[in-house]
């Protein structure tokens, strides 16, 4: 890929012991004046989450200011997108009428449908302008740590005890933040930067252990160890070589890593040492017929058991839009009475639905086949083949967008197997898949300047 300037083959940013400080790549975080104020707008656009109004469902500040950009961006854009970028666009619209088809096949109700449809619609929307104003590093950065502000503040709002909101999103967003901010400060990723990273990484690792918050603290562990590879030379260049020999060894090794947290957190919370509401939690969530481990995953997504169900009656087709079936819903309560808790029993068992429950899944992937059928799973298998491909690129460290990646490649796996797509995922995503759209380039797309006064664009955006 080129960049303004010519064509140039950029090596590793790390070689031997420190960085290769002559290179360009190392100025990433010094935008040019002309580009100044654009990265503080950039900056400031997340902050349209924490408003939002009710109109098919719910639609954030951001996303309103987008819809009214795209028609300019389209007329004034004059560079096409990039292959891999029209291949994401594609693969959204093929889960957009995937979607349709299921939900005229099922007779979805109007209301339903509709927010199924413009949730796939301003995700779109939201990617296309993100590919449109994300085209360099400093951008990029600028919205990293922006959204991730943002997002800290949304969380708290919606969760006001600290151990619930440091759950759900305190705990991830203010480590990402807080490595953004030292990106930005210090881009040049010397093997002291990096391992700094990773013993930042390990300590929010422990504070989410001891705030029970399982799943920030295994994909803070697995991001721990791609940060503190890349402070070891030789370990980092092992792991390269590797991955590009024997792909499916290094991400057996990544699940391995993943279940040796697990078993340690089973041994801790079982002892005692994360409180009784850890060990009483661990208690009600394990399986007696099945591997402890994988126990504490299947319990803690009871949801599965619904999902499933649902995909193994009708694999192509989904149920469409805000899939609703009682017989799917009974499966997930019953599966509650076996594995879950009493207070989780209590609380699905109280909730009242006007119609049919919906069918309960809490997963990307899964979310996606049940509503839109197979092409919905097919987007986020593609997404994972990305993150893959993105986190292995990353690891040259090429530039500051890298260390982005191998923070947040581990959270983004987990979300797409354990998480619910929930509104603020569009902007979330949209953001994510430039950002390893990036990772995946041959050469990164730099816009690092070697001076206050000169900038270079990516060729195509």
């Not at 098919?56 to 970028?85: K, V």
């Not at 300590?203 to 803070?220: C, E, P, T």
Request: charged share 15%.
């Amino acid at each position: 890929m080129s960049v303004t300037g010519g064509n140039r083959n950029i090596p590793p940013a790390v070689s031997g012991n420190l960085a290769v400080e002559s290179s360009p790549l190392v100025m990433a975080s010094v935008p040019a004046r002309s580009d100044l104020f654009l990265c503080i707008a950039i900056f400031a656009l997340p902050f349209g989450l924490l408003t939002e109004v009710e109109f098919i469902g719910r639609i954030f500040l951001t996303e309103m200011l987008f819809l009214l950009l795209m028609p300019f961006l389209l007329l004034t854009s004059r560079a096409p997108l990039s292959q891999l970028r029209r291949k994401t666009l594609w693969l959204v619209a093929s889960w957009l009428v995937a979607l349709m088809v299921a939900d005229f096949y099922r007779n979805s109700d109007a209301y339903d449908f509709l927010r199924g449809w413009a949730k796939l619609i301003f995700l779109s929307i939201d990617f296309y302008v993100l590919c449109r104003l994300l085209t360099t590093q400093q951008r990029m950065l600028a919205w990293f740590v922006g959204w991730n502000i943002a997002y800290c503040i949304f969380a708290w709002q919606e969760f006001p005890e600290f151990a619930t909101t440091w759950k759900f999103g305190v705990g991830v967003g203010s480590l990402n933040t807080v490595v953004g901010i030292a990106t930005m400060v210090w881009p040049r990723r010397s093997r002291y930067f990096m391992l700094l990273l990773s013993v930042i990484c390990i300590g929010y690792a422990i504070a989410s252990l001891l705030l029970n918050a399982r799943s920030s603290f295994l994909a803070m562990t697995v991001s721990a160890f791609f940060l503190g590879i890349c402070s070891l030379s030789r370990a980092r260049q092992l792991l390269i070589d590797l991955w590009d020999r024997h792909g499916l060894i290094v991400i057996i090794g990544a699940i391995a890593m993943a279940y040796v947290a697990g078993s340690a957190y089973i041994v801790g919370a079982g002892a005692g040492l994360f409180g009784d509401e850890a060990r009483q939690k661990l208690e009600a969530q394990r399986l007696e017929s099945f591997d402890p481990v994988l126990g504490i995953l299947a319990g803690g997504r009871p949801e599965s058991f619904s999902s499933w169900a649902a995909i193994a009656d009708s694999p192509i087709i989904g149920h469409g839009s805000w899939a609703r079936n009682a017989e799917y819903f009974n499966i997930y309560i019953n599966a509650l009475r076996t594995y879950g808790s009493a207070e989780t029993i209590r609380e699905a068992e109280g909730k009242i639905y006007v119609g049919e429950p919906m069918i309960p899944t809490h997963s990307h992937i899964f979310g996606a086949w049940v509503e839109a059928g197979l092409i919905g799973a097919v987007f986020w298998v593609f997404v994972l083949r990305l993150i893959f491909r993105s986190m292995r690129r990353a690891l040259d460290l090429r530039a500051p967008t890298d260390v982005l990646i191998l923070l947040t490649g581990a959270m983004m796996i987990w979300d797409v197997f354990f998480s619910p797509f929930g509104a603020n995922e569009r902007l979330s995503w949209a953001a994510a898949l430039v950002l390893l759209i990036f990772g995946n380039q041959e050469s990164p797309p730099v816009a690092d300047v070697a001076s206050c006064t000169t900038s270079r664009q990516i060729s195509s955006s």
